[in-house]
């Protein structure tokens, strides 16, 4: 069973602690959002999930942090100055603003790929605002989706020479930071360098909870190869090594699906993109709008490194990047030969890995009492805690005192909590909604036999373990589930 639909999430995440609406004391901002004491942990159980497969458990994948604001030249030359940008229109009617590229009748009958003047079809009549209806709309006009800001306490806010970004993708500071990794860490391609962090997108039509928002947080990796190696097939063999990672984190293959991005639809950089689709809108009539993009697979071609280097020059001998002071090229000792490294890069979000890590998660059981629980049966490495330690008596000071030694002599080898505040049914309710694997029940035979119950949050099982044998116990079934390996997925 997968969540109905987003809105059981919003809601399950803001009752219990995952997630919250931002800014809520002032009325909220549209489409920003707060990870709560679970949200944050489950974030964090992603990221070192995927650090841990693409770093540690490979041998070829190095990790770096770059800034988030970097030299505006690195966007002029990346392309996103010129390009990075979405048409926009506003309503004469209803005045709202909005993506004209996804408006009703943008696009001519032949669909997007046909050659058409989307001027001429607004003016036309022939494009309806998505609020009222109306085909009383402006011109569309382009608008670039880079977060502005201004260096320095004296700049001018209109200053060119203090203008900077908010970084709208992690992948440039892989891409600078090219030869200081290669080199350092004395890397020989194929190698990859992968990054975790905040980019931020002034989108226009953000929405459906954590699934597009203004502010987010990427997992890049590019992996450089040769020119001359089987680039499309690489990409297929990133995908499919994404697809086990994407089912070992517990993500059912049912919900995931493959779009190969029509040529007409890629990015300036690209030359094959294979998007990675989940589906976020089970709730849909129509299969065909169920699904979004968990995450993207690109091939960038040499273009990236090549744009920011100080060598290549245009066809009349001009170099095309006066402002480097750098040729990013490689020299390869077996071939004896200097060239731009090519890029295979997977691109993924993680708060929509997140969302969908929840909805897949989501399971519904009923009591012996008729009453209808909440499960989040998240992948035990996911899970924001790990074990709950409830005393079954919360009034007997040995039961309390066994428990909390308990809690705390299990909080170095994995994230327990102890709970006391409440009934034991609502104890164990509470823990099966947030996800937590095993709860440990202390009683009074406790006392006696030194042993506690250990009960199973996807069958609701019960077993006796000793306390001595607890924390072995408890790490021996938390073992992550295996991901794929590059052996194991070619
Ligand atoms: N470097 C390539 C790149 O950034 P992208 O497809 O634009 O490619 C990669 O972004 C991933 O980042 C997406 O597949 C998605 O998971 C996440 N992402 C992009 N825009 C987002 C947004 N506005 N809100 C949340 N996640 C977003």
Same mark, same amino acid.
């Given at each position: 069973?997968?969540?109905?639909?987003?809105?059981?999430?919003?809601?399950?995440?803001?009752?219990?602690?995952?997630?919250?609406?931002?800014?809520?004391?002032?009325?909220?901002?549209?489409?920003?959002?707060?990870?709560?004491?679970?949200?944050?942990?489950?974030?964090?159980?992603?990221?070192?999930?995927?650090?841990?497969?693409?770093?540690? *458990?490979?041998?070829?994948?190095?990790?770096?942090?770059?800034?988030?604001?970097?030299?505006?030249?690195?966007?002029?030359?990346?392309?996103?100055?010129?390009?990075?940008?979405?048409?926009?229109?506003?309503?004469?009617?209803?005045?709202?603003?909005?993506?004209?590229?996804?408006?009703?009748?943008?696009?001519?009958?032949?669909?997007?790929?046909?050659?058409?003047?989307?001027?001429?079809?607004?003016?036309?009549?022939?494009?309806?605002?998505?609020?009222?209806?109306?085909?009383?709309?402006?011109?569309?006009?382009?608008?670039?989706?880079?977060?502005?800001?201004?260096?320095?306490?004296?700049?001018?806010?209109?200053?060119?020479?203090?203008?900077? +970004?908010?970084?709208?993708?992690?992948?440039?500071?892989?891409?600078?930071?090219?030869?200081?990794?290669?080199?350092?860490?004395?890397?020989?391609?194929?190698?990859?360098?992968?990054?975790?962090?905040?980019?931020?997108?002034?989108?226009?039509?953000?929405?459906?909870?954590?699934?597009?928002?203004? *502010?987010?947080?990427?997992?890049?990796?590019?992996?450089?190869?040769?020119?001359?190696?089987?680039?499309?097939?690489?990409?297929?063999?990133?995908?499919?090594? +994404? &697809?086990?990672?994407?089912?070992?984190?517990?993500?059912?293959?049912?919900?995931?699906?493959?779009?190969?991005?029509?040529?007409?639809?890629?990015?300036?950089?690209?030359?094959?993109?294979?998007?990675?689709?989940?589906?976020?809108?089970?709730?849909?009539?129509?299969?065909?709008?169920?699904?979004?993009?968990?995450?993207?697979?690109?091939?960038?071609?040499?273009?990236?490194?090549?744009?920011?280097?100080?060598?290549?020059?245009?066809?009349?001998?001009?170099?095309?990047?006066?402002?480097?002071?750098?040729? &990013?090229?490689?020299?390869?000792?077996?071939?004896?030969?200097?060239?731009?490294?090519?890029?295979?890069?997977?691109?993924?979000?993680?708060?929509?890995?997140?969302?969908?890590?929840?909805?897949?998660? +989501?399971?519904?059981?009923?009591?012996?009492?008729?009453?209808?629980?909440?499960?989040?049966?998240?992948?035990?490495?996911?899970?924001?805690?790990?074990?709950?330690? &409830?005393? &079954?008596?919360?009034?007997?000071? *040995?039961?309390?005192?066994?428990?909390?030694?308990?809690?705390?002599?299990?909080?170095?080898?994995?994230?327990?909590? +102890?709970?006391?505040?409440?009934?034991?049914?609502?104890?164990?309710?509470?823990?099966?909604?947030?996800?937590?694997?095993?709860?440990?029940?202390?009683?009074?035979?406790?006392?006696?036999?030194?042993?506690?119950?250990?009960?199973?949050?996807?069958?609701?099982?019960?077993?006796?373990?000793?306390?001595?044998?607890?924390?072995?116990?408890?790490?021996?079934?938390?073992?992550?589930?295996?991901?794929?390996?590059?052996?194991?997925?070619?």
């Amino acid at each position: 069973m997968t969540a109905p639909n987003i809105d059981t999430i919003v809601s399950l995440a803001k009752r219990r602690g995952f997630v919250f609406p931002s800014s809520e004391v002032y009325g909220g901002l549209g489409s920003a959002w707060d990870y709560g004491p679970l949200g944050v942990e489950l974030c964090n159980n992603v990221k070192q999930a995927w650090w841990r497969w693409l770093v540690y *458990e490979r041998d070829d994948i190095e990790g770096i942090d770059s800034s988030i604001i970097l030299n505006r030249l690195v966007w002029q030359y990346s392309g996103h100055e010129a390009t990075f940008h979405d048409p926009l229109v506003d309503c004469r009617e209803c005045k709202s603003r909005m993506r004209a590229d996804k408006l009703e009748g943008y696009f001519p009958e032949e669909g997007p790929h046909a050659a058409f003047d989307a001027n001429a079809r607004i003016r036309a009549g022939l494009v309806k605002c998505s609020e009222c209806g109306s085909t009383n709309l402006t011109d569309e006009r382009f608008f670039n989706m880079m977060f502005r800001t201004t260096l320095g306490a004296a700049a001018a806010e209109d200053d060119p020479a203090a203008l900077a +970004y908010l970084r709208p993708e992690t992948a440039q500071g892989i891409f600078i930071n090219f030869l200081n990794v290669q080199t350092t860490m004395r890397r020989k391609i194929p190698f990859g360098i992968a990054q975790i962090g905040k980019s931020f997108r002034n989108e226009i039509t953000p929405g459906n909870f954590i699934l597009r928002t203004r *502010e987010f947080e990427q997992m890049e990796m590019e992996y450089f190869v040769k020119p001359d190696a089987e680039h499309f097939k690489l990409v297929d063999e990133w995908v499919a090594l +994404y &697809l086990e990672w994407f089912k070992g984190l517990g993500i059912d293959t049912a919900n995931l699906q493959l779009k190969e991005v029509p040529a007409e639809e890629l990015a300036h950089y690209s030359k094959r993109t294979v998007d990675i689709m989940y589906r976020y809108f089970p709730e849909r009539a129509e299969e065909e709008r169920q699904w979004e993009e968990l995450m993207g697979i690109a091939y960038r071609t040499d273009f990236d490194l090549r744009s920011h280097s100080s060598k290549p020059t245009d066809a009349e001998g001009k170099r095309v990047n006066p402002d480097s002071t750098e040729d &990013l090229s490689y020299f390869d000792e077996s071939m004896k030969q200097r060239f731009y490294p090519h890029v295979i890069e997977p691109a993924a979000g993680v708060n929509r890995t997140v969302l969908a890590v929840l909805m897949d998660a +989501y399971s519904e059981r009923t009591n012996d009492k008729g009453e209808t629980r909440v499960i989040l049966k998240l992948s035990p490495q996911l899970a924001p805690i790990k074990a709950a330690i &409830l005393p &079954l008596a919360k009034n007997k000071p *040995e039961i309390v005192g066994m428990a909390k030694a308990i809690k705390r002599s299990l909080q170095p080898v994995l994230r327990a909590v +102890y709970d006391d505040t409440g009934g034991i049914g609502k104890l164990y309710a509470r823990q099966d909604e947030i996800g937590t694997p095993f709860c440990i029940t202390v009683d009074h035979q406790s006392l006696e036999d030194e042993a506690v119950t250990v009960r199973d949050r996807d069958t609701w099982e019960q077993e006796r373990v000793k306390v001595s044998d607890l924390a072995e116990h408890l790490q021996k079934r938390l073992k992550p589930f295996p991901v794929a390996t590059p052996e194991t997925a070619s």
